[in-house]
């Protein structure tokens, strides 16, 4: 009887192990695919940090809204880059302004020409992610936030009503996702989303939330809404576009 307890005792501790050291090794290649990331950046980082010139063409191409166009601008990372906004929004005047890899600070330098120049009633940020993540080097929260504010403030100066996306939730669950997740910490997640709901509630911006219809019961992004664990699926944006549309609204009706 005691034999089978040390065994059983035994076989629970090298179980624990096995998952810690598979952790640890996931964390080493997710670090080490940053730095990768960073390394092959240096060029763009050294003359066009912002990707400036990402837009400009089209930005320049961009006629002014009419007196009655309720053009909302799409100001994001990867996860809005890649959004096939038209399919989503089907006639709608949405401009996507979305930038693989970036982080808050990068959407900074580009808030005036992305954002600001192209007068939009409405501006939808979702980020954050990577300033977790450490694309740009590391960031406290503190940081990322006060970026948020420097945005919502440019935002609000120039009429333009602010949507702020929360955070989505990530998961470990498939070997692509494996890269991503042990970058971004879930209780950061948490704890920048309930910094930006508590903010948007005091200052009259608009919470997006996706991370209440997209998180599963152990606090990670759905497996079937990401195929590595971090970017939407079709499924994916099905679930995000009536969230952002009733989002723009509201905001909209507050302009």
């Not at 954002?115 to 990322?144: C, F, H, W, Y």
Request: contains cysteine; aromatic residues 10%; hydrophobic residues 40%.
């Amino acid at each position: 009887m005691h034999r089978r307890i040390l065994y059983a005792l035994i076989f629970a501790c090298f179980t624990s192990l096995l998952a810690f050291t598979q952790q640890s090794d996931d964390a080493v290649k997710a670090l080490q695919g940053l730095e990768r990331y960073r390394e092959g950046l240096i060029p763009l980082f050294m003359s066009d940090f912002g990707n400036l010139g990402r837009y400009r063409e089209a930005n320049a191409k961009l006629s002014p809204p009419a007196a009655s166009e309720n053009r909302v601008v799409f100001m994001g990372d990867s996860i809005t880059d890649i959004w096939k906004l038209e399919q989503s929004f089907p006639g709608k005047p949405y401009v996507n302004r979305g930038i693989g890899g970036q982080t808050t600070p990068q959407m900074l330098i580009r808030f005036r020409p992305d954002v600001i120049d192209l007068g939009p009633k409405v501006v939808v940020i979702l980020a954050g992610t990577n300033d977790i993540a450490g694309n740009t080097g590391p960031m406290t929260t503190a940081e990322i936030e006060a970026n948020y504010l420097t945005m919502a403030e440019l935002a609000r100066l120039h009429g333009i009503g602010v949507v702020f996306s929360s955070v989505l939730p990530v998961n470990n669950y498939t070997q692509r996702s494996k890269l991503f997740f042990p970058l971004r910490s879930p209780a950061e997640i948490l704890e920048l989303n309930r910094w930006m709901k508590n903010y948007c509630a005091q200052n009259g911006c608009v919470y997006l939330d996706y991370f209440t219809a997209m998180v599963d019961d152990k606090g990670f992004l759905k497996a079937d809404l990401a195929d590595d664990g971090l970017h939407p699926n079709e499924k994916g944006y099905a679930i995000m576009a009536p969230l952002a549309q009733k989002a723009i609204e509201q905001a909209l009706s507050q302009h």
